[in-house]
């Protein structure tokens, strides 16, 4: 009976452990976000002054100061960012669907080394091509353009790797052989019955592929030189190496706030599956 | 009939052909022949000389010589290591131990989910806006030293962005923060597919918790820890963003945090061709035996199921 207790109380000692580690990773993580909101919402002397726990009335101040801000172009960025990052979303999840799907289910020759093929290429970074990627844009016409930061997505190794595995769990070919008895087509199986059944795995991979574009600084960088083509993570390297003690800071932290907290509003609303997306990929893969 | 049958499964497995054509037309115009227009241009000196135009000339291997005796590169590699080091070690550490806690069904934590939920949110953020936010808090005046003046903790600005570890720090603290998260929710779905009657039977035996960590739980991670270990390596060669605006590029104090990518950067800008190419080769092949090496451990994992 003693050592029950004991143990017990071990447990419960080690759960206080375990309460005060998180919240202390909680704040570390939280802690400059609730400084970005405070200082996004007071005026650039009252910044200069020292830290406040308490959020100030400047938010519209600021807001409506950025907007007006000639040097940034802040809503055309943030058209320009969603445009690139929605139309990626969109063809990366579809064509990657496509390709799973190919692999997935039919049985071809040379399929085995093709799907090998993709595995490997999946972690070669992008900047490892990035020379030859901005030689060839520049030949083809295409700097300033939005299309070479849309259209390379279509060829996305991990989103294939991750709707290829959860294909392998969710979806049983007779239902694509009973299409075939109803005679459908191969594309029209495609578009209106594979894709339905992909949807939880592509939803996940939209969030993924849309975050990841809109954060996306390199590649973009070296693609977009004009004012009214950049997009947000530009206008933020902009800010960076303007001269930094002229300006209003609480401009500054608006368009840090501008950048951030469309994804987490995204976020917050869809953690749990995101996580569950994460976690599945993992012990699937 | 069985004439027929074959003939129609054929037909169908054309399909497969067909729906690979997007993907491997995109690949090959805007990976593959980029990559191999790199290899190409590694091989030619071609750079701008203030307006004069050098080359391209063929050097055959003079580009690499130049970049591995010269120290440059090298001290960008090292900065590159130490940084993702004093990021990475913590984030394992503090991953394995939170993954731990998450899946031990004893420790009944409350609130799990909304812990899981705020620290993987950092990996979502936008690296550059995390960086500027974390250039602005910690700026000489900034709400960081406000603050630790006000607690009594420092009498006067700790100026974080002049100093070499204070730099170094804040880029590792960043990626951490952006990565303990992923790492902690990997390694969970790792422990959760341990097959729980080897937990019991070590319990019954009378295994402390730790030992049952140590001796159990590791072991059978083994093969995923491997994996977090050889992406995250991935990631650390390709850190840019956060040291680029943090440092506005200039990778101070003195290059001390100036790392690989932000080397090709600075080549890519001033048009040295030769350079970007040959530092583009040396990074794709450090990639791709990485790259090989993940593939080996992916594939062992699909074959085992966690052994």
């Given at each position: 009976m003693e050592g029950v207790g004991r143990k017990r109380r071990r447990i419960r000692f080690k759960s206080v452990v375990v309460y005060i580690v998180l919240i202390l990773l909680t704040f570390l993580c939280l802690f400059p976000f609730y400084i970005l909101i405070i200082n996004s919402t007071r005026y650039h002397p009252e910044i200069q002054q020292g830290f406040s726990f308490v959020p100030g009335k400047a938010f519209m101040y600021n807001f409506k100061n950025l907007m007006h801000d000639a040097n940034l172009p802040v809503l055309k960025a943030l058209r320009n960012s969603f445009i690139i990052s929605a139309s990626t979303a969109i063809l990366t999840t579809y064509f990657s669907t496509m390709t799973a799907y190919a692999i997935h289910a039919y049985n071809f020759r040379g399929r085995n080394a093709i799907f090998t093929f993709i595995l490997m290429i999946m972690m070669v970074p992008s900047q490892v091509s990035a020379l030859g990627f901005v030689n060839l844009v520049r030949k083809m016409d295409l700097?300033?353009?939005f299309i070479p930061l849309i259209i390379p997505?279509?060829?996305?190794p991990i989103v294939f790797f991750f709707i290829k595995q959860y294909m392998e769990n969710s979806l049983p070919m007779d239902i694509v052989e009973a299409a075939r008895i109803d005679g459908a087509h191969e594309f029209r199986i495609f578009n209106t019955i594979i894709i339905p059944i992909a949807k939880p795995a592509i939803a996940v991979q939209i969030i993924f592929t849309f975050t990841s574009s809109w954060n996306n600084y390199f590649i973009p960088s070296l693609i977009l030189n004009d004012a009214k083509k950049k997009t947000l993570p530009i206008l933020i390297a902009q800010l960076r190496s303007a001269?930094?003690?002229?300006?209003?800071m609480g401009k500054v932290y608006m368009l840090i706030a501008l950048s951030i907290f469309p994804v987490v509003i995204v976020y917050m609303f869809l953690s749990k599956s995101i996580i569950r997306g994460v976690a599945i990929g993992s012990v699937k893969g | 009939m069985a004439k027929r049958r074959k003939k129609s499964c054929v037909s169908y497995n054309k399909w497969g052909y067909i729906f690979l054509i997007p993907f491997f037309a995109v690949y090959i115009v805007f990976s593959l022949v980029p990559l191999i227009s790199v290899f190409y241009n590694s091989l030619f000196e071609n750079y701008r000389s203030g307006l004069k135009q050098i080359g391209p000339n063929f050097v055959g291997l003079q580009n690499f010589k130049t970049l591995l005796s010269n120290s440059d590169m090298l001290t960008f590699a090292k900065n590159t290591i130490v940084i993702w080091l004093i990021g990475f070690i913590p984030q394992i550490l503090i991953s394995l131990l939170l993954a731990a806690w998450f899946a031990n069904?004893?420790?009944?934590?409350?609130?799990a989910g909304f812990f899981k939920g705020v620290i993987y949110m950092?990996?979502?953020?936008?690296a550059s806006a995390f960086s500027m936010l974390f250039f602005t808090l910690f700026s000489d005046n900034g709400p960081i030293n406000d603050l630790l003046i006000k607690m009594g903790i420092l009498d006067e600005p700790f100026r974080f962005l002049s100093n070499v570890g204070g730099t170094r720090g804040l880029i590792a603290l960043m990626n951490f923060l952006m990565w303990f998260g992923n790492t902690t929710i990997l390694l969970m779905a790792g422990i959760l597919g341990i097959d729980t009657s080897l937990f019991e039977a070590a319990e019954v035996d009378g295994a402390t918790q730790f030992k049952i960590f140590r001796l159990i739980t590791l072991p059978l991670l083994r093969p995923i820890l491997l994996y977090v270990l050889i992406t995250s390596m991935i990631g650390g060669i390709q850190m840019f963003d956060v040291p680029q605006i943090l440092t506005n590029g200039s990778g101070n104090p003195n290059s001390t945090s100036k790392t690989l990518i932000m080397f090709l950067n600075q080549h890519l800008y001033s048009k040295n061709y030769g350079m970007a190419g040959a530092l583009s080769v040396i990074l794709f092949i450090l990639t791709a035996i990485l790259s090989l090496l993940v593939y080996f451990t992916v594939s062992k994992r699909s074959e085992k199921r966690w052994g």
């Open positions: 700097i300033d353009n997505s279509i060829a996305a001269d930094f003690l002229k300006f209003d | 069904t004893r420790l009944r934590i409350r609130a950092p990996n979502l953020i936008m």
